[in-house]
């Protein structure tokens, strides 16, 4: 029997408990949605704040010289890299996750023109499916996607397959693949590996190198906590970056974008992956979001990660066991991810009941309640009030009062 004096407990002795203080989370707030939007960190709000003032204010256009706003992808890159086990100059941060795949998508099956299926998860996260639907009508017949269950998905690595594409966590139930044994297995089979790093990059320690990983991308504004549509990152292996080809030829990918020529000349290395101008507002407030991340060690965030989810699992078993709540992620500690889901008949009504209450999860249609878990600013105390103001709403019943509601366009 697990109580709340033990999560007390479990708080003093947690490395990681200062690091609450780097982040504005509003009074009373129980904030279970760092999977979907992270929290704020003051230095980011302050970085912003300079970069408008000082930076754009004083220094104007020169800015892109003097203030490193030109460079930003790449340092910002270098950055990231460190945290998802890759070079310095395998990685960097431009346009969203969607555009990114679209240009490793086409880059990585360029590399292998003989083979035209890529395989994917069919429960993927859906922009990363629509965007190779939208593949598939571009390139018609050099281009087939294959799109199983998940739990057929090593049976369908052949010498067909040019390209693999999974997301490292699953959105909706938080399990991880194991990157390492199928990286490995796709490169037994000749084909290439994308993996998407967007429910992992940030706590996980992840090798990218190491697994010998071909693409990668990412998005800035969830563990990564770069705010609001914060711009994605993408890694390309160095074997590959002389062999590539991405089709969003846009001159910050120029070789010489200050050249003005008249024809497209690709830039070398991880810089061929840029298309257009960096929003450098938006870069500013992810890097500062970096600064903080970067001096916290990984392995302890991961850990922390595990334990305040099992500790989530264990107490809604404990305290909320006969409310219909079916857990749909996993209960082994090296599969899941820093989210826990459930499947609920009243799903959307619940959750609306507990956001009213300040504890703040989402709704995936058509029944899932996802509590995301950012262990940089949750506490075990933390998940000790959440789990007992779900039982309050489960057991007084007050989520019927939000049965039938209008859907607001973002759940
Ligand atoms: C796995 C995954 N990929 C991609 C995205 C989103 O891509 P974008 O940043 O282009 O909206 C999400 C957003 O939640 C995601 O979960």
Same mark, same amino acid.
């Given at each position: ?256 974008? !200050?050249?003005?020529?008249?024809? /497209?000349? $690709?830039? %070398?290395? +991880? ?8 929003? *450098? ?89 996802? !509590?995301?878990?950012?262990?940089? /600013?949750? $506490?075990? %105390?933390? +998940? ?8 309050? *709403? ?18």
């Amino acid at each position: 029997m697990i109580t709340e004096i033990d999560c007390v407990a479990l708080d003093d002795q947690d490395p990681l408990a200062g690091e609450a203080a780097k982040y504005h989370l509003p009074e009373g707030v129980l904030y279970f949605a760092g999977n979907s939007l992270g929290a704020l960190p003051f230095a980011a709000q302050q970085r912003v704040a300079e970069i408008i003032r000082d930076e754009w204010g004083e220094k104007l256009v020169g800015g892109w010289n003097s203030a490193g706003w030109y460079s930003s992808p790449a340092r910002v890159g270098a950055k990231i890299a460190q945290l998802i086990g890759a070079n310095a100059d395998e990685v960097t941060v431009t346009d969203s996750t969607s555009v990114n795949l679209f240009k490793s998508i086409i880059a990585a099956m360029g590399l292998s023109t003989h083979r035209k299926v890529c395989l994917t998860d069919r429960e993927i996260f859906p922009t990363d499916l629509y965007i190779m639907q939208g593949i598939e009508k571009l390139l018609r017949d050099r281009f087939t996607l294959k799109a199983v269950r998940r739990n057929s998905i090593l049976d369908e690595i052949d010498d067909d397959m040019g390209l693999l594409v999974l997301s490292h966590v699953d959105y909706r139930s938080g399990d991880v693949f194991d990157m390492q044994s199928i990286t490995r297995r796709v490169h037994e089979a000749g084909g290439l590996v994308l993996w998407d790093l967007c429910h992992s990059a940030g706590i996980f320690d992840i090798r990218l190198n190491e697994v010998q990983a071909d693409f990668a991308v990412g998005c800035g504004y969830k563990f990564l906590n770069g705010g609001p549509g914060a711009p994605s990152f993408v890694y390309v292996a160095k074997r590959h970056h002389e062999n590539i080809t991405q089709p969003l030829t846009g001159w910050m990918g120029h070789a010489n974008p !200050f050249e003005f020529d008249e024809s /497209y000349q $690709s830039a %070398t290395g +991880i810089r061929r992956m840029l298309c257009g101008t960096p929003s *450098v507002v938006a870069m500013g407030c992810l890097e500062a979001a970096i600064d903080e991340l970067l001096p916290v060690s990984i392995q302890a965030i991961q850990e922390k990660s595990r334990k305040l989810t099992r500790l989530f699992i264990e107490l809604m078993k404990q305290r909320c066991g006969n409310f219909g709540f079916t857990l749909i992620s996993s209960e082994n500690d090296a599969i899941r991810g820093s989210q826990i889901s459930y499947t609920h008949e009243h799903g959307d009504a619940l959750m609306r009941a507990l956001i009213a209450r300040n504890v703040i999860g989402d709704f995936r249609a058509p029944d899932c309640v996802r !509590f995301g878990v950012s262990p940089l /600013y949750l $506490s075990y %105390t933390d +998940i000790w009030q959440a789990v007992e103001v779900i039982k309050m *709403v489960m057991e007084t019943e007050v989520w019927r009062d939000y049965l039938g509601l209008k859907k607001e366009p973002v759940t």
